[in-house]
């Protein structure tokens, strides 16, 4: 392209952006961090956690409050395994027993969580790191099924990272939380994102995960679904049609939908800068589904 | 373009603004209006206007205090016909004899400034017309040479202008102030521009012209500067390879440079958009002049 | 008299006067400037626009808000005559069409307002010119009757105007407005004063006219009436004993109290200093018109 | 008179006035009340309380902060006398022994000090009543000669009236006070109400006396004073031709004066609405000391 | 006890008052002096004023704020005495005349007000003397019955009390209050304490007497109420099982109790610390009385 | 006892413990937490952070401003050992190469900070978990010696602190930080406790550990300090007089209180509520070490 070219290009791209920028100045996101399936294809684990922290600092640079959530299962069934402890298994799941709580919360709290702090730190020192036991931030309760100490979203009270926000800072949040007795739980952490979203207000929920966005008749790559209602997806979540690990995501937007976010954002997190396009261009790049009726 | 390379170009684009975005929130520019000279090629004196409103209204909703300067000579010169009011001519310069001033005042603040302030509260609400004479904002004196009622900026208060900024409004300002007297002049607008930039401690001024910028060798087109510090501009003016017509404009530069403001541009107002390619691009578009040696 | 009288009557009027100033402090009064209506007898206009800067200066001083409201038909068809526009009449009122338009803009806006700015400045810099354009402080739409761009107000969005006066400024309003699509408009003055006194909940609304107030029984010199309720000032228009010029200012008298304002007043700009003996005595020089049952 | 006389002189009274009350809006006065030395004449000592207290709240009224200080003499000797406690004298002034003071803050407390609460309350219920005591608002020492509890200002600590000032209600201080070990003193109140003066900076410090001013050659009625320079009152109190009543109010004036009170003022408490006449008028009616040389 | 008791004994009593210190920080106290009831036993009357002192400072210093009611029946009886002033009686009443009146004003703000606010301000200067009079604190009526200027409480303005507290200060109160005629009465000062501590939202409304509290059934020693509920202690008064002095006091507790005070207190003002020992120990020493059943 | 000695002591320990409250509302301790250090005797580990977690509760409850310090040396170990990873010990300590990184930020943020936090926040939840590399917090840099990655403190930037404290939350720091370029480094607890108490300019620094203060000749019982001076304990430190263990925590104190802090004190930590003690009592349980002289 010539230079004429170029600058029509930008400055399209920039009229549209600027919009967007003005709109989103001073609302909260919460992006569900997807842990190591954002590595993929041309890019390693490092640099996508590296390309990760760089958009949340430029968001947080437009004046958008990004609040950080992750999980770490990988991690955790790697630090059993150099640990020795075997673990149960119920309906295939993981029992969550007390030194496999123990390993759990060491692996979120004492690894994962100030990697992804560290990443962000490295561009502009606002990162915090934060577990649901920190002032009372999550209380959790025991989850149905036998699955030991895994835990469920009792009450979130977020005065803590309302208040870390107007400063300015991104609160990371690892998804382990206590109870009304003070007993540990580890939390699914699509869950955790969805509920802490409802909480605060936030205007967007946005899960980075290693799809595209939903599809309404996966695996057809041409079924991707750019914009869709809370009733559309309902009745897909409903329909059977959703994949098995897309349903704790989509129940998770529905509720945050409910509890008064705007709209909730499935995304591929291998593409660099997905954050960036979903957000600041028309056309988007995952799912968006919104509370009414899409059009 | 495929969909991918349109995202990678769109996420490069954003990438790059972003911290411009980030940098420019809260500060204040104060820009130049070109009037007719807006205008040409493909584009008509409205769409010009148009486009330029537009472009304002997007500095404002991204957190930049945007001051806007205009003059009218064109417009002056139009309206003296039509009364049959003869002008004097001193070394081709008008004189403003008080019949004269009584119609450039009513062109600027009756005609030219609604036209500003209209086109731009069209996008959004923010405009408000103002004269110098308002509250006291420039105090005036006459010029030297024998040319009437031409005045030349004694000083500046700019609080009226500070706090309609802090309102998040745009000013538009006429350049017709008064003195100590009371008595109204005629000023030149590139000179106003800078002294109010200089005045409220901007960040930029931004002079929008019919040309590309500043030519080291004029008019031999590869002779455009990018940028250049004060000091090269300062040889330049002083070398006589500057054409007469862009010298007030780059005196008022140097001088706002000295008060404090930090870069002064000359860009081709006939680009669309190259207020927004100048201000969040890394290359720009036209000349940029800083305080500092250029490197 | 001697000097012991002349202290009784002075401290008679300040004892007098104090409760009304400390009444007042903080109050906002709109006042309708009279044109050069308000010169007369003994005093030129000059003078007379000079007595009265003076005054509204006085009343800012104590802490009243004030804002001036004004038209200028005379010198709009004044300027008319020199442009030979001739004007098109309907009913004997003068038709706007799009060239008379742009000249009473361009008077109202770059002679009148500028001329009444300069007069209060001359005493205090708190003097800002507005039109109902800017910010959208006022939007139009078409009059009835075919009388081309003469509008009247659609609705009133007070905020600058309130935030100029929490500034301690002195807000002039050249009454030229827009309506939604941008096109502009010429109102009555005597309707936009009385749509601005109500929109900001002012405390008085003034009309400086060249009569002495309201008579019941015009032109009976003895039939003026000091103090008249609504009620009272309604069933006189509608008795048809009002003159044909005083029409609008009690209709907008009317509208205002029922707005909120709590009185309104006719009184004669070409007594000096009738502003200050209004409304700092208890007698009063022209008409009040209160909300209430007159007692 | 007829009715334009009379509105021609109430209109010049009102705009000698207006310039004064808004330069004193937001000042500090000080205002020695001078007891039952303001009657005589025509009025009992009941109006003149009255007449006081109302000029008191007028000047509230119009934002100026009054501070009102009093003693009790005539009335703690009446007491004495009721009591049957006998006094001892030295060089003619009475000694407080232990029972006198006991007495004299009684009667200063508890009688005077009430009264005139009592008398401004009746007009707006802002006045309250303190002494010296209270918050150690002044700090007091032993006085020389052997006069027993008689006490001087040591330092005075002002934030307490500063807050109530800003309140907007008036302090009424009565003259005892305690010095550091908590032994109370009476203390002459011409010298606290200059010391509070100078305390809080203060604009004006006014003594109410049965006199009309200062005279040069006392008592030539014609060597009355109107406008006098710190340095030409401190000749003639070095001259001797100052009457003895008057010493302790003029060095209290020139202390306050080097303190930073603007002006201090020597009024006639007899003549009706006195303070409003010497304050709001260009020619006073007392005498008036300034800092600066008298022109 | 050695040194290891006292430690346990001391990081007892500071484990268990802490909570208190915690609950009570920013609450209002009011409380009524005694008056010489509260000496007795080994304690003289001004030591009894130094020990009472003290711990109002005390409360102060962490945050509680205190107002301090009192009157002074025994000090008015004796001063009329001095100045020979009868009395008359009825139902054993005594009536008070206008001498009366002006007596007691004179004690009450001019003697037993002055020694508390001494004795508060040799600890720490933030003790103001007050009365019902100042800036309308207390709107009073005459009582009913034929007893003169004896007034019962009207209404309550509090504002001067609620700001003088958010300074930190604390008012000590005489209960000498005027009419909306400005006529002074003399009023209860159990009454007054009751109605300003319902007026101003106080926690705590506390009596010291020289009683240790109530009895169920006086004079027996054991049957000391500890903890009783409103309803209880109406019953109580119904029964007439409650001595003559005690009815105004638990009468205005029922009183301030229905107003939203929390608690209200009847302690013995004679045992030292008595103030502390109630508000910071679980047990107390006293009778308090809450607007719940009592468990 | 009997009650009324109960009373004597129990009013004797408020009156003695409330001015320290007052003194100490409102700033800030740094509290070193000894491990399990604290355990021992009649206590267990769980009981002894159970009671360390009360007090803590307790000094934030009546305003002072609490920051834990912790480390985990033994835990770290235990976890190294379950890992299998060996050490190597230059000088008698360990080596802290990647892998003994990786585990101690696991065990310290993922195990010893929860554990803190989770034992307050049970209390009241106000406790919230750090580390050194949360928003900039500790900048680390390699400490001398081939250590590995043992980092020293190179700067402290508290504002996350400060504001923490604003907002009544009680910061638990784990002694993780990274360096400029993001390297993660384990650093000593003691030598951050003293950073951090001067970067924020704490009262008091205080080290809880497991002897009962400074001995002048260890073991010596009754040479125990109970006051010193920043000289005397610099003489005692190079006296060699002080045991090993005591060296870094006796250097940290002295530069803290260097840095600003008032007093640093040594207390027992396995003593019961012995932070109440030291804090709220004159005679104190352990060492104080104070800038100025003892006396």
């Given at each position: ?29 919460v ?162 994102a969805g509920?802490i979203a409802g909480?605060i207000?936030a205007?967007?929920l ?50 945050a939908?409910?509890?008064?976010v ?34």
């Amino acid at each position: 392209m010539n230079d004429l070219d170029v600058a029509l290009i930008k400055s399209q791209v920039l009229s549209e952006a600027l919009p967007y920028i003005r709109r989103f100045a001073g609302s909260t996101f919460v992006i569900k961090h997807g842990g190591n399936a954002m590595a993929g294809g041309a890019i390693d684990e490092a640099a996508a956690l590296d390309s990760f922290a760089r958009d949340v600092v430029l968001l947080a640079s437009v004046g958008i409050k990004v609040v950080v959530v992750h999980g770490g299962g990988p991690q955790i069934g790697e630090m059993l395994g150099r640990l020795g402890i075997a673990s149960q298994f119920v309906n295939g799941l993981r029992v969550t027993d007390s030194a496999t709580l123990e390993v759990a919360r060491m692996v979120l709290m004492g690894k994962v969580n100030p990697e992804i702090v560290g990443a962000i730190n490295k561009f502009a020192p606002l990162a915090i790191g934060l577990s649901g036991a920190d002032t009372g931030l999550i209380v959790a309760s025991r989850a149905q099924g036998d699955l030991g100490f895994v835990g469920e979203v009792q009450s979130v009270q977020p005065d803590l990272i309302i208040r870390l926000l107007e400063q300015g800072l991104i609160p990371v949040v690892a998804t382990v939380a206590v109870d009304v007795m003070g007993q540990a739980y580890n939390i699914n952490a699509d869950t955790v994102a969805g509920a802490i979203a409802g909480a605060i207000g936030a205007e967007k929920l946005i899960y980075l995960t290693n799809v595209e966005g939903i599809y309404a008749n996966w695996p057809e790559q041409d079924s991707l679904i750019r914009r869709a209602s809370s009733a559309e997806v309902g009745s897909l979540v409903a329909s059977g049609a959703i994949s098995e690990g897309m349903i704790p995501k989509l129940t998770s937007c529905l509720h945050a939908l409910e509890s008064g976010v705007s709209s909730a954002h499935i995304l591929d997190g291998r593409v660099e800068h997905s954050l960036l396009l979903e957000i600041f261009t028309d056309s988007g790049v995952g799912t968006m589904v919104t509370r009414e009726e899409a059009s």
